[in-house]
């Protein structure tokens, strides 16, 4: 098996047809609502997972949590809403930990499995493949504004829907066009800017991000111009001043955006032009919540990152 570079799980090879593959995440509540904040954790864990092209087998649960007894009836709501997703991966939650802390958190322990032949990484993208992307961005934005009280739940339901949303759909539709797939990662907390560098790194090779084509969640745009910001989308602005160039005509709203730190982003997949067709259709028929074509790989001689004014 290639050795992997920067991926988002742990692969381990327990046999000739069987790999292990491992990874942890846990975070503060990002929505006032327990229930969806315990989805929103597990679909989060679970999707380092689906990245890979793996199954989930099983989690254990990481929680940190105040001892007292309102607090205990919201982990009881946190809980529920990651068993009730975890059951949705078809997999099963064996035990966890859990200590007394004075600011929650909940996150989980994932285990998954998959062929060895079949790990899909962060190494292996091509000049002329196309990126496609499986989720909206702009999470961390909205919820720095609900957080402020600039957005509403009810405002941010889209958002809310998308994070608690699994990536199977889009693991499946990965496995359905086989190695016209050349590499994928999910988008988390380095944004997609950030994401996408860790994969061009890993594969020798450039990127062209169409900025225009690339979907957001409602409101996001003019709350990052109000200044809605997160400070871990600030740092990944500034750290993409070292590898990025933005066309004059990219606003600053839309470069916060696209260096937004996001929670249980979708699925960023570098595609052979000749399976994209395949994968979109798949994409479709799985329902993701979005299947856009936002850039290409380029054949830069170092790892750099081109983000257009353009939606082709």
Not at 74 to 91: C, H, N, S, Y
Not at 94 to 99: D, T
Request: hydrophobic share 45%; glycine share 12%; net charge negative.
């Amino acid at each position: 098996m290639a050795a992997l570079s920067r991926d988002d799980a742990a692969v381990f090879q327990a046999s000739e047809g069987r790999a292990i593959v491992a990874t942890v995440d846990f975070f503060t509540p990002i929505v006032d609502d327990a229930y969806s904040f315990g989805a929103i954790a597990a679909a989060n864990a679970l999707s380092d997972l689906y990245a890979m092209g793996a199954t989930p087998l099983f989690v254990l649960n990481l929680v940190a949590w105040p001892r007292d007894e309102a607090m205990l009836e919201l982990l009881g709501e946190t809980v529920r809403g990651g068993v009730d997703k975890v059951k949705e991966a078809g997999a099963f939650v064996l035990g966890g930990h859990s200590i007394d802390d004075r600011e929650p958190k909940f996150g989980m322990v994932a285990v998954g499995e998959v062929h060895p032949d079949r790990v899909i990484t962060n190494v292996g993208a091509r000049p002329g493949d196309r990126l496609v992307l499986t989720k909206p961005i702009g999470t961390g934005i909205l919820s720095t504004a609900l957080k402020g009280g600039a957005v509403t739940e009810q405002e941010m339901e889209p958002a809310i829907s998308s994070m608690a949303t699994l990536n199977a759909g889009g693991m499946a539709a990965m496995r359905d066009v086989g190695d016209a797939v050349h590499a994928a990662t999910d988008v988390t907390g380095f944004g997609l800017v950030g994401h996408l560098y860790t994969l061009i790194a890993a594969s020798g090779v450039g990127a062209r991000v169409f900025s225009r084509a690339v979907p957001l969640f409602p409101f996001a745009a003019d709350r990052a111009a109000a200044g809605a910001v997160p400070g871990g989308t600030e740092r990944n602005l500034a750290e993409a001043a070292e590898y990025t160039e933005w066309q004059s005509g990219v606003d600053s709203a839309t470069r916060t955006l696209l260096c937004d730190a996001q929670t249980s982003g979708g699925l960023l997949i570098a595609v052979a032009p000749q399976g994209l067709d395949g994968l979109l259709g798949a994409l479709e028929a799985g329902r993701t919540p979005a299947a856009a074509v936002i850039g290409e790989i380029t054949d830069a001689a170092t790892p750099a990152i081109e983000v257009t004014d353009t939606d082709a």
